[in-house]
């Protein structure tokens, strides 16, 4: 005989909660056929304001249904479960809400999204909860609802994750929370501790030059250059010479991250030492001076520039064309034009970014634009998406709908640049009819059935939300 099987009340318990609340108060569909309610809609209300998010839950449901109490009832659901870290079924309960409403709710939309983002910041997968810092830092809010999981990410077991909290934190105004950033300068992960001085010599507080000093020791050369230039930020302007020093290293990787902070500190001092590194014989120091030249902007570095498109790598050939739109010197557009028809699709991806940061007709890139989203490589075909964010003007609808047929990809990567690309288009100069038409493209890249997605357009339909109308994450976020 088989013995019978005993569950532990401590995993019944979750289970049975709801269904017990229920009972107490009397819920329709557990007394007598058609019974009200012995709770009213505010017991549920105030359960939710007391943050008890499952006796909410079960008492705000009999409410929900048969049209119930209409959009209040359902707004509150739709709320609870984002609360209660299931965005994926508050995302059906809030059509509900926008259907009876006939419109939009913004805050309840903008919560539900930011959820979106939060659910993968604890995934096992790295590639997931990356996806999800970098979605929450693209996310410009007027709040500081993002910084709890800035600080969380610093304690992140990748170095890559704690970098982009870093990032995201270093963007923030100075709070409380600059000196847990700090702290992050023992971080034992180079690029973390990079991430960190950029961070501080961006604040512009010179208080912090006393911590930043203290990287000059570190043993990494990155670090050091690092260290350096946010000195020069600080106003340390003898510092810069120690970052000119470093751009001639002998090691290419540390050369080349000397030369980017060069482009980084904007300094026409730079421009000889620059022009030299573009025909050096080291591809990575000749693709980083191409793009600390974008960063000057000068337009005397045109001529150089153009000369390098002929460069024999792809990649420096890339940084290249990108920095070209950077510069906007008179030559640019027609070497980019010619760049079109680059054997190398990654280079033509590239020529499309910088002509359309120049202000070039759609029209004029829309054959190439067309051919690259029909790219066997899934890495080109986000390559064109992420160069759409760079359109102007009346070109952005051509761009919102490419972006929409780059959404239905097959696979998440160009998925994820066309919603980002989305969420970067979006401002409060393209109009509310066409910030409409981004939200409710972005709204179906809700339900994509990929986790990364997911978060990357819950990033993107925020900053629409706020270049829309801007809004105010809800009570109790």
């Known amino acids: 005989m088989t ?80 609360r209660l870290g299931r965005p994926v079924d508050a995302l059906p309960v809030y059509d509900q809400v926008a259907a009876k409403l006939g419109r939009d709710d913004g805050p309840l939309l903008h919560d539900l999204a930011f959820a979106f983002i939060v659910a993968v910041l604890k995934d096992m997968r790295e590639q997931m909860r990356g996806a999800g810092y970098t979605a929450l830092k693209e996310v410009q809010s007027n709040s500081n609802e993002a910084i709890p999981h800035f600080l969380d990410g610093l304690s992140d077991g990748s170095g890559l994750v704690r970098a982009l909290a870093a990032e995201g934190l270093g963007r923030m105004k100075p709070g409380p929370h600059t000196a847990r ?115 000057l902007k000068d337009p005397a570095a045109a001529p150089d520039l153009v000369a390098a498109l002929r460069d024999p790598i792809p990649g420096v050939r890339a940084s290249v064309a990108v920095s070209l739109g950077e510069v906007a010197a008179p030559e640019s557009a027609a070497a980019l034009k010619d760049s079109l028809l680059d054997p190398n699709p990654a280079v033509r991806a590239a020529s499309v970014s910088a002509l359309l940061r120049l202000g070039t007709p759609f029209k004029d890139v829309v054959d190439t634009v067309m051919a690259l989203t029909r790219n066997t490589d899934p890495g080109i075909r986000a390559s064109v998406g992420r160069a759409l964010a760079q359109t102007h003007g009346k070109s952005r609808t051509d761009a919102v ?67 829309a109308a801007p809004v105010q994450p809800a009570k109790g976020q």
């Open 3 to 82: 013995p019978p099987v005993t569950i532990a009340p401590r995993v019944l318990w979750p289970v049975l909660l709801p269904t017990l609340v229920l009972l107490l108060m009397g819920a329709p569909g557990l007394g007598q056929a058609g019974e009200k309610p012995a709770h009213s809609f505010k017991d549920a209300q105030a359960a939710y304001d007391q943050r008890h998010y499952d006796q909410a839950l079960a008492l705000v449901e009999p409410f929900t249904q048969d049209g119930g109490q209409g959009a209040d009832a359902l707004r509150l659901k739709a709320r609870i479960l984002v």
């Open 181 to 295: 950033l700090k702290k992050a300068l023992e971080d034992r992960a180079a690029m973390v501790r990079v991430v960190v001085l950029k961070a501080l010599g961006r604040s512009g507080d010179r208080a912090q030059i006393p911590v930043v000093e203290q990287a000059l020791k570190d043993e990494q050369a990155t670090v050091r250059v690092a260290a350096s230039g946010a000195l020069v930020m600080l106003g340390r302007s003898e510092a810069w010479n120690q970052v000119r020093e470093l751009a001639e290293a002998q090691n290419p990787e540390d050369r080349a991250a000397a030369l980017r902070m060069l482009g980084d500190l904007g300094d026409r001092r730079a421009l000889p030492l620059l022009r030299q590194a573009l025909v050096h014989t080291q591809p990575s120091v000749r693709g980083a001076a191409a793009t600390a030249l974008g960063d």
């Open 401 to 467: 709908e490419v972006l929409r047929l780059l959404l239905e990809d097959p696979l998440p990567r160009p998925r994820i640049a066309a919603a980002r690309s989305l969420g970067q288009l979006s401002s409060p100069e393209l109009g509310q009819e066409q910030l409409r038409e981004i939200i409710g493209i972005l709204k179906i890249g809700l339900k994509d059935k990929d986790e990364a997605v997911r978060a990357t357009v819950g990033g993107a339909l925020i900053r629409a939300l706020t270049a």
